[in-house]
């Protein structure tokens, strides 16, 4: 007889497996995170086949039918990160301060892992694995709830992941899938006794909803509305590059370009620098002077005024908006009105403008002279990532092993005691 487990059994029986892992040393982890990777290519066509069934219920036009694909070069990619966190040492027992009291009480401050994470995502499988791989390293059990558009393709993962953890005689409710049922969600939001942190991947909304919703502490992924400002002493080739790949390396990422800020001094420039852009049919919504600039110049099927409505905009496409400013500090008015303080970009030859940017800007990773596309937890030698934070507490930005841990004090003596 098969038994059903109910979401918030699940959830018990995770909290309840955090105490194996106490007992699981870094090399055991590293041996399960390399076996996982073997294992995961050795299931390659089982994965994709998973997948091209979960694809099949998504409408093509959807942006986050990209995110849910899977290819074999995608598969072998999360195999590579997983490698990676295994070969990264591990961020426990870390002492971060240490000093000795008058008394001769001794005080260390060591890092710890937070105990019981709950990830709720859409769409996106190679979280599957990110999130497996960063918990595991991290001495953390994670409870995965992803989106029901992806529900075969994790099931397959997760199918993989535990049959390795009972090859290493590991409990595998340190990886715990729950359905994909909105009231799993809920569940899991309000696990007070049960789960020490919760962080979501996806939509605004998604994220909205768990922040308004959870009773347990949240670190909020949030949407990447990425700005690239070309400055009146930018270099052209440079901008063209970086503006093309920043938009159009993959549209469907927090980390891509949703508007390009342009110095007045430097709109006649435009045409060449959105050329590329043409050859990947981005759609462009224009102010009036862009507009004018690129009249002509770019395909008229391809061009739109821009409205209000226009910025502030995640469009997880091939769609952009375009901003005239006549100042550094006007970028900056329009950056700080309408970012998400995700990630945002200056082209500038000018030591002065960089510099200005780079202080100024309030967002979790400022670039200058390079593409937001960077914004990754791998592309920073992180190995993989959970998210990237856009908040300020704890975590901000890309969140991988370090940002997983929490502290606590240590405090040894020698029998002292503290008087009136």
Do not use: W
């Amino acid at each position: 007889m098969i038994i059903v487990l109910e979401n918030i059994d699940l959830i018990r029986y995770a909290a309840a497996a955090k105490k194996s892992l106490l007992s699981t040393d870094d090399n055991k982890k590293n041996a399960i995170l390399n076996d996982t990777a073997d294992a995961l290519l050795r299931s390659k066509d089982t994965v994709l086949k998973a997948n091209s069934e979960d694809l099949e219920r998504m409408d093509k036009s959807n942006p986050k039918y990209d995110r849910l694909k899977l290819t074999p070069e995608r598969i072998e990619g999360i195999a590579n990160e997983m490698r990676h966190v295994a070969t990264l040492p591990s961020p426990l027992g870390k002492i971060l301060f240490e000093t000795e009291r008058p008394n001769g009480m001794t005080i260390r401050k060591i890092s710890v892992p937070f105990g019981v994470i709950g990830v709720v995502y859409e769409a996106r499988p190679n979280v599957t694995f990110d999130v497996f791989s960063l918990c595991l390293k991290s001495g953390n059990v994670c409870i995965l709830k992803g989106g029901s558009e992806a529900v075969g393709t994790n099931i397959a993962l997760v199918s993989i992941i535990h049959d390795v953890l009972k090859k290493h005689a590991v409990n595998p409710d340190i990886c715990t899938f729950l359905t994909s049922r909105l009231d799993a969600t809920n569940e899991l939001l309000k696990a007070v006794d049960y789960v020490d942190l919760v962080i979501p991947r996806g939509s605004s909304s998604l994220i909205n909803y768990v922040r308004e919703n959870a009773r347990i502490p949240v670190i909020e992924t949030g949407t990447g509305v990425c700005h690239t400002y070309f400055d009146k002493d930018g270099d052209r080739e440079k901008g063209s590059l970086i503006i093309h790949n920043a938009k159009t390396r993959r549209v469907s990422v927090c980390n891509a370009l949703e508007c390009l800020l342009i110095h007045r001094a430097r709109i006649h420039d435009l045409p060449y620098l959105c050329s590329k852009l043409a050859d990947n049919q981005v759609f462009i919504f224009a102010d009036e002077a862009s507009m004018e600039a690129l009249s002509g110049h770019y395909p008229a099927a391809l061009l739109s005024p821009s409205s209000s409505d226009s910025y502030g905009i995640e469009f997880l496409d091939y769609k952009m908006s375009i901003k005239t400013v006549d100042s550094i500090e006007d970028a900056l008015k329009h950056i700080d009105r309408y970012g998400s303080k995700h990630s945002d970009c200056i082209v500038s030859e000018s030591e002065k403008a960089v510099e200005i940017f780079l202080q100024a800007v309030d967002s979790a990773c400022v670039y200058a002279n390079v593409s937001t596309a960077f914004t990754d937890g791998a592309q920073f030698g992180f190995g993989a990532e959970i998210g990237i934070s856009t908040q300020k507490m704890h975590a901000r930005g890309p969140m991988a092993l370090q940002e997983l841990t929490t502290y606590k004090y240590l405090i040894t003596g020698n029998g002292q005691l503290r008087g009136e």
